[in-house]
């Protein structure tokens, strides 16, 4: 099943959001891999696709888990709330309609 995770950033954390990158990066592709992701992006924290220093306040990201369970314990190891970019991660199970 499809499962949403909503995440926060905290204020302030656009230097550990580029640092930690990489590592937020390679658990997304190895979803991609094995063709369990289904999007993933930030919101910036200004109407701006490149927000510049303004930063972000938190990301989507819509992958699929065999089970609730399994989504939580994957969002537990994401190197962004490890490290305090995210304050929470909100997950939700997610029927896709269209297209």
């Not at 954390?13 to 640092?19: A, C, E, T």
């Not at 089970?67 to 190891?77: F, H, I, Q, T, V």
């Amino acid at each position: 099943m499809w499962y949403v995770f909503n995440a926060t950033d905290a204020d302030n954390s656009l230097d550990n959001r580029i640092k930690y990158r990489p590592e937020h990066l390679a658990r997304l592709n190895k979803l991609i891999n094995e063709g369990r992701l289904l999007l993933a992006g930030a919101y910036p924290a200004i109407d701006n696709i490149d927000p510049g220093e303004n930063g972000f306040k938190g990301s989507l990201i819509v992958a699929e888990f065999d089970s609730l369970e399994e989504a939580k314990s994957w969002a537990d190891k994401e190197p962004f709330l490890q490290h305090g970019i995210y304050t929470s991660i909100d997950i939700k199970p997610f029927k896709k309609s269209l297209p």
